[in-house]
């Protein structure tokens, strides 16, 4: 079944048990994320939780149906997540929509799947899965979005702020959260102590962090400049790991599009009018282009996202992985000549 916002909200804050699969496809990986956490707050605090990957469920595509009809080994809930779906999981789930019995629900949650793919179309087909596609919020929904995860850290946006919120994170969840954690910190705020935040608290801590802001800083990768990657990183200043991996990861993933051109065999020049970069771009998509190739950006695309992940995960280094992957990848760079 397909199911809306509203739909997918009500579905994992009140599991049906009769529902097998819930398939979160598209983009926004903090949004699909969010869900994922409702639902597993929604099981019970002593849930399990298992992790399965697509190098596991490719190898063997009955482990999914297995796992969803196997009991816990203290006999509570579990849930099943598998991240990174892609359309290669369609045996394991159709074994799993197809079984007998599950009893336990699975999370999948594939960023890369189009809503036009063979998967989605499997998932809303059956009346035991829901699918749900995940975008990136704009506009009066990203407003909406920084108003409404204030309010549950008991801060109240005041005047312009949730548009300068919505604006400085490009309406993506998980920097928005913790942009209004900072808030909520700076002033000493909770849902027992509600406080304003006007234009004056937004700017002491600083959230209008631009993707300008950040560009020096990936083009310092992308060229494999190692020794300049500290001296970034230090003006960058704290908070700034997550949206620094998710700016990566799209330069990255635009390289890919336009890598792609060239080996069919078109120049440069010509990719970069068809990807309309802009002008004062150009040079550093140049250079890139010509340094890494179509492995290589999978390969780091894969690291940066990983990274991303770990950085939102408790009990992690937090920031400082962002700084080491940011030289990671540098050197990974500067070992391919231009």
């Known amino acids: 079944m397909k199911a809306s916002a509203a739909q997918i909200r009500a579905a994992v804050d009140k599991p049906n048990p009769a529902t097998r699969l819930y398939l979160f496809h ?22 399990e939780r298992i ?6 469920i490719r190898e063997q595509p009955g482990r999914l149906a297995d796992e969803a009809a196997s009991l816990s080994l203290f006999g509570g809930l579990r849930y099943i997540r598998l991240l ?53 919020p704009e ?49 000493d705020a909770g849902p027992d102590r509600p406080r304003d935040a006007d234009n004056a608290a937004l700017d002491a801590i600083g959230a209008d962090m631009s ?18 990657i500290g001296g970034e990183m230090a003006r960058l200043g704290d908070g700034v790991g997550i949206p620094l991996m998710r ?29 309309r970069i802009f002008f004062r771009e ?11 190739n179509a492995p290589q950006i999978t390969r780091a695309v894969d690291r940066v996202r990983e990274t991303e992940r770990a950085i939102m995960r408790s009990g992690t280094v937090g920031e400082v992985l962002a700084d080491a992957e940011m030289v990671a990848v540098a050197r990974a760079a500067a070992r391919t000549r231009s």
Do not use: F
């Open 247 to 275: 700016q990566l990861a799209r330069r990255l993933l635009a390289l890919a599009e336009m890598r792609i051109d060239i080996d069919k065999g078109a120049d440069i020049d010509s990719v970069l009018e068809k990807h």
């Open 51 to 56: 992790d399965l990957d697509m190098k596991a």
């Open 211 to 228: 993707d300008a802001d950040l560009g020096d800083a990936i083009n310092a990768v992308l060229d494999g400049r190692v020794s300049d």
């Open 282 to 292: 150009k040079p550093a998509t140049s250079r890139a282009l010509r340094r890494w």
């Open 84 to 136: 990174g779906t892609d359309e290669s999981a369609g045996e394991a789930i159709g074994l799993l929509l197809a079984a007998e019995r599950a009893g336990n629900p699975v999370i999948a949650i594939g960023p890369a799947l189009k809503g036009s793919g063979k998967l989605v179309k499997l998932a809303i087909a059956s009346p035991t899965a829901l699918s749900h596609g995940c975008y990136v």
């Open 139 to 187: 506009g009066i929904e990203a407003t909406k979005l920084a108003a409404n995860i204030a309010r549950e850290h008991g801060v109240r946006l005041t005047g312009d702020v949730p548009q300068r919120l919505a604006t400085a994170c490009n309406g993506d969840r998980a920097i928005l959260a913790r942009e209004i954690e900072k808030l909520a910190l700076y002033l």
């Open 26 to 47: 598209g983009p926004d990986e903090a949004g699909a994320a969010d869900l994922a956490e409702r639902l597993a707050r929604a099981l019970g605090p002593d849930v």
